[in-house]
Protein backbone atom coordinates (compact mmCIF):
# COMPACT_ATOMS: atom_id res chain seq x y z
CA UNK A 1 0.00 0.00 0.00
CA UNK A 2 1.18 3.73 -0.75
CA UNK A 3 0.98 5.72 2.91
CA UNK A 4 1.07 8.96 2.53
CA UNK A 5 2.37 11.91 4.79
CA UNK A 6 1.83 15.62 5.48
CA UNK A 7 3.67 17.98 7.21
CA UNK A 8 3.02 20.14 9.45
CA UNK A 9 0.34 18.79 11.28
CA UNK A 10 -1.22 22.48 11.43
CA UNK A 11 0.39 25.70 10.70
CA UNK A 12 -0.98 29.67 11.51
CA UNK A 13 -0.45 31.88 9.01
CA UNK A 14 -0.90 36.12 8.76
CA UNK A 15 -3.29 36.84 5.93
CA UNK A 16 -0.90 38.16 2.59
CA UNK A 17 1.62 35.54 3.87
CA UNK A 18 2.68 32.40 1.74
CA UNK A 19 1.98 29.02 3.28
CA UNK A 20 3.16 25.39 2.25
CA UNK A 21 2.40 21.98 3.05
CA UNK A 22 4.46 19.29 1.92
CA UNK A 23 3.03 15.67 1.29
CA UNK A 24 5.67 12.45 0.64
CA UNK A 25 4.57 9.23 -0.71
CA UNK A 26 6.09 6.00 0.03
CA UNK A 27 6.28 4.99 -3.27
CA UNK A 28 6.97 7.08 -6.71
CA UNK A 29 3.28 8.33 -8.00
CA UNK A 30 4.89 8.54 -11.70
CA UNK A 31 3.27 6.30 -13.93
CA UNK A 32 4.55 4.67 -17.00
CA UNK A 33 2.22 6.99 -18.92
CA UNK A 34 4.27 9.75 -18.07
CA UNK A 35 1.58 11.50 -15.42
CA UNK A 36 1.80 11.70 -11.25
CA UNK A 37 -1.17 10.93 -9.61
CA UNK A 38 -1.16 13.36 -6.62
CA UNK A 39 -3.98 15.44 -5.97
CA UNK A 40 -4.37 18.31 -3.17
CA UNK A 41 -8.47 18.84 -1.86
CA UNK A 42 -9.30 21.17 1.07
CA UNK A 43 -12.38 20.70 3.49
CA UNK A 44 -12.96 24.43 4.86
CA UNK A 45 -15.43 23.64 8.53
CA UNK A 46 -18.40 22.55 8.28
CA UNK A 47 -18.01 21.40 4.65
CA UNK A 48 -17.29 18.87 2.12
CA UNK A 49 -14.14 18.18 0.74
CA UNK A 50 -13.09 19.87 -2.22
CA UNK A 51 -10.60 18.76 -5.41
CA UNK A 52 -7.75 21.54 -5.57
CA UNK A 53 -5.25 20.77 -7.60
CA UNK A 54 -5.18 17.19 -9.73
CA UNK A 55 -2.28 15.38 -11.34
CA UNK A 56 0.19 17.31 -9.05
CA UNK A 57 0.12 21.11 -10.30
CA UNK A 58 -3.19 21.27 -12.45
CA UNK A 59 -5.86 23.58 -10.95
CA UNK A 60 -9.17 22.31 -10.94
CA UNK A 61 -12.31 25.10 -12.05
CA UNK A 62 -12.62 28.08 -10.74
CA UNK A 63 -9.61 27.48 -7.80
CA UNK A 64 -7.83 30.83 -7.47
CA UNK A 65 -4.13 31.31 -8.91
CA UNK A 66 -2.84 32.03 -5.66
CA UNK A 67 -2.78 27.80 -5.30
CA UNK A 68 -0.02 25.90 -6.96
CA UNK A 69 0.97 22.35 -6.61
CA UNK A 70 4.84 21.04 -7.67
CA UNK A 71 6.93 18.03 -6.80
CA UNK A 72 7.44 14.84 -8.19
CA UNK A 73 7.80 11.03 -7.72
CA UNK A 74 7.54 10.71 -3.91
CA UNK A 75 7.94 14.47 -2.99
CA UNK A 76 4.99 16.98 -3.38
CA UNK A 77 3.94 20.24 -1.98
CA UNK A 78 1.03 23.01 -1.97
CA UNK A 79 1.68 26.53 -1.80
CA UNK A 80 -0.57 29.91 -1.06
CA UNK A 81 0.93 32.70 -2.41
CA UNK A 82 -0.60 34.99 -0.18
CA UNK A 83 -3.30 33.67 2.31
CA UNK A 84 -6.66 34.86 2.76
CA UNK A 85 -9.13 34.32 5.38
CA UNK A 86 -11.20 31.98 2.96
CA UNK A 87 -8.34 29.39 3.00
CA UNK A 88 -9.21 28.29 6.38
CA UNK A 89 -9.82 24.57 6.53
CA UNK A 90 -7.38 21.33 6.36
CA UNK A 91 -5.93 20.19 3.25
CA UNK A 92 -5.60 16.70 2.35
CA UNK A 93 -2.70 14.85 0.13
CA UNK A 94 -4.47 11.89 -1.96
CA UNK A 95 -2.07 9.60 -4.09
CA UNK A 96 -5.15 8.89 -7.15
CA UNK A 97 -3.77 5.35 -7.79
CA UNK A 98 -5.12 3.86 -5.18
CA UNK A 99 -6.91 6.34 -3.68
CA UNK A 100 -4.94 6.47 0.00
CA UNK A 101 -4.78 9.93 1.78
CA UNK A 102 -2.67 12.09 3.55
CA UNK A 103 -3.22 12.89 7.66
CA UNK A 104 -4.47 16.53 6.84
CA UNK A 105 -2.94 19.46 7.42
CA UNK A 106 -4.96 21.87 9.02
CA UNK A 107 -4.28 25.90 8.22
CA UNK A 108 -5.52 28.77 10.42
CA UNK A 109 -5.35 32.41 10.46
CA UNK A 110 -2.99 34.14 12.93
CA UNK B 1 -24.21 22.11 -12.13
CA UNK B 2 -23.57 19.43 -10.54
CA UNK B 3 -25.23 18.14 -7.69
CA UNK B 4 -25.08 14.74 -5.19
CA UNK B 5 -27.45 14.03 -2.39
CA UNK B 6 -26.88 11.17 -0.54
CA UNK B 7 -29.22 9.88 1.80
CA UNK B 8 -29.96 6.35 4.04
CA UNK B 9 -28.06 7.41 7.08
CA UNK B 10 -28.90 7.06 10.63
CA UNK B 11 -28.03 5.49 14.27
CA UNK B 12 -27.81 1.82 13.88
CA UNK B 13 -26.84 -0.67 16.07
CA UNK B 14 -23.46 -2.98 16.16
CA UNK B 15 -24.19 -6.23 13.37
CA UNK B 16 -27.00 -4.30 11.42
CA UNK B 17 -26.96 -3.57 7.96
CA UNK B 18 -27.66 -0.04 6.07
CA UNK B 19 -27.62 1.01 2.38
CA UNK B 20 -26.63 4.35 1.45
CA UNK B 21 -27.70 5.99 -2.07
CA UNK B 22 -26.44 8.70 -3.29
CA UNK B 23 -28.32 10.43 -6.28
CA UNK B 24 -26.63 12.44 -8.63
CA UNK B 25 -27.57 14.89 -11.27
CA UNK B 26 -25.85 17.68 -13.43
CA UNK B 27 -23.25 15.45 -15.85
CA UNK B 28 -23.76 12.01 -17.33
CA UNK B 29 -23.79 9.66 -14.87
CA UNK B 30 -22.64 6.35 -16.80
CA UNK B 31 -19.52 8.34 -18.36
CA UNK B 32 -18.34 8.56 -14.40
CA UNK B 33 -16.68 6.14 -11.84
CA UNK B 34 -18.19 7.09 -8.49
CA UNK B 35 -16.74 6.78 -5.06
CA UNK B 36 -17.74 6.46 -1.28
CA UNK B 37 -15.09 8.06 1.05
CA UNK B 38 -15.51 8.49 4.82
CA UNK B 39 -14.95 10.30 7.68
CA UNK B 40 -14.82 9.71 10.91
CA UNK B 41 -15.21 12.14 13.34
CA UNK B 42 -12.62 14.63 14.45
CA UNK B 43 -10.59 12.15 11.62
CA UNK B 44 -9.25 12.53 8.28
CA UNK B 45 -10.73 11.19 5.42
CA UNK B 46 -10.49 7.81 4.42
CA UNK B 47 -11.62 5.94 0.66
CA UNK B 48 -13.43 2.69 1.03
CA UNK B 49 -15.08 2.21 -2.24
CA UNK B 50 -15.59 3.25 -5.90
CA UNK B 51 -17.41 1.53 -8.89
CA UNK B 52 -16.52 2.26 -12.76
CA UNK B 53 -18.85 3.86 -15.10
CA UNK B 54 -20.71 1.09 -16.29
CA UNK B 55 -20.76 -1.01 -12.82
CA UNK B 56 -18.25 -3.74 -14.46
CA UNK B 57 -15.79 -3.18 -11.82
CA UNK B 58 -15.71 -2.32 -7.98
CA UNK B 59 -12.85 -1.59 -5.89
CA UNK B 60 -12.66 -1.45 -1.64
CA UNK B 61 -10.33 -0.50 0.74
CA UNK B 62 -8.97 -3.41 2.59
CA UNK B 63 -10.71 -2.39 5.65
CA UNK B 64 -13.65 -2.81 4.45
CA UNK B 65 -13.80 -5.19 1.62
CA UNK B 66 -16.28 -8.36 2.16
CA UNK B 67 -18.48 -6.09 4.37
CA UNK B 68 -19.22 -3.66 2.08
CA UNK B 69 -20.88 -3.49 -1.19
CA UNK B 70 -20.63 -0.82 -4.23
CA UNK B 71 -23.26 -0.82 -6.86
CA UNK B 72 -25.04 1.55 -8.99
CA UNK B 73 -28.41 2.00 -11.13
CA UNK B 74 -27.19 4.65 -14.32
CA UNK B 75 -30.83 4.18 -15.35
CA UNK B 76 -31.65 6.12 -12.05
CA UNK B 77 -28.24 8.10 -12.02
CA UNK B 78 -27.65 6.85 -8.38
CA UNK B 79 -24.51 4.98 -6.46
CA UNK B 80 -25.41 2.86 -3.55
CA UNK B 81 -23.38 1.36 -0.69
CA UNK B 82 -24.30 -1.25 1.39
CA UNK B 83 -22.65 -1.66 4.75
CA UNK B 84 -22.80 -4.59 6.51
CA UNK B 85 -22.04 -6.24 9.67
CA UNK B 86 -21.69 -2.77 11.16
CA UNK B 87 -19.22 -1.99 13.57
CA UNK B 88 -18.32 0.76 16.06
CA UNK B 89 -15.72 2.32 13.84
CA UNK B 90 -18.05 2.30 10.73
CA UNK B 91 -19.29 5.54 12.85
CA UNK B 92 -18.55 8.27 10.18
CA UNK B 93 -19.83 10.81 7.88
CA UNK B 94 -19.69 9.16 4.34
CA UNK B 95 -19.21 11.14 1.57
CA UNK B 96 -20.70 10.48 -2.14
CA UNK B 97 -17.96 11.51 -4.96
CA UNK B 98 -18.17 12.01 -8.31
CA UNK B 99 -14.22 10.73 -10.26
CA UNK B 100 -12.89 12.59 -13.60
CA UNK B 101 -12.58 9.88 -15.70
CA UNK B 102 -15.10 7.23 -16.18
CA UNK B 103 -12.12 4.17 -14.37
CA UNK B 104 -11.54 4.73 -10.51
CA UNK B 105 -7.95 3.59 -11.70
CA UNK B 106 -6.06 7.46 -11.39
CA UNK B 107 -9.35 9.27 -10.92
CA UNK B 108 -9.36 12.37 -9.05
CA UNK B 109 -12.80 13.30 -7.58
CA UNK B 110 -13.83 16.48 -8.64
CA UNK B 111 -17.34 17.05 -6.89
CA UNK B 112 -18.61 15.73 -3.51
CA UNK B 113 -21.94 15.56 -1.71
CA UNK B 114 -23.07 16.95 1.14
CA UNK B 115 -22.56 13.44 3.09
CA UNK B 116 -24.40 11.00 5.33
CA UNK B 117 -23.71 10.77 9.17
CA UNK B 118 -23.86 6.52 10.03
CA UNK B 119 -23.54 6.33 13.88
CA UNK B 120 -23.21 3.31 15.12
CA UNK B 121 -24.40 2.64 18.67
CA UNK B 122 -25.92 0.31 21.02
Known amino acids: DILMTQTPISLSVTPGQPASISCKSS???????????LDWYLQKPGQSPQLLIY???NRFSAVPDRFSGSGSGTDFTLKISRVEAEDVGVYYCMQSIQHTFGQGTRLEIK | EVQLLESGGGLVQPGDSLRLSCAAS????????MTWVRQAPGKGLEWVSG????????YYADSVKGRFSISRDNSRNTVYLQINSLRVEDTAVYYC???????????????WGQGALVTVSS
Open chain 2, 26 to 33: GFSFGSYA
Open chain 2, 51 to 58: ISGSGATT
Open chain 1, 27 to 37: QSLLHSDGKTY
Open chain 1, 55 to 57: EVS
Open chain 2, 97 to 111: AKADIVLMVFASFDY
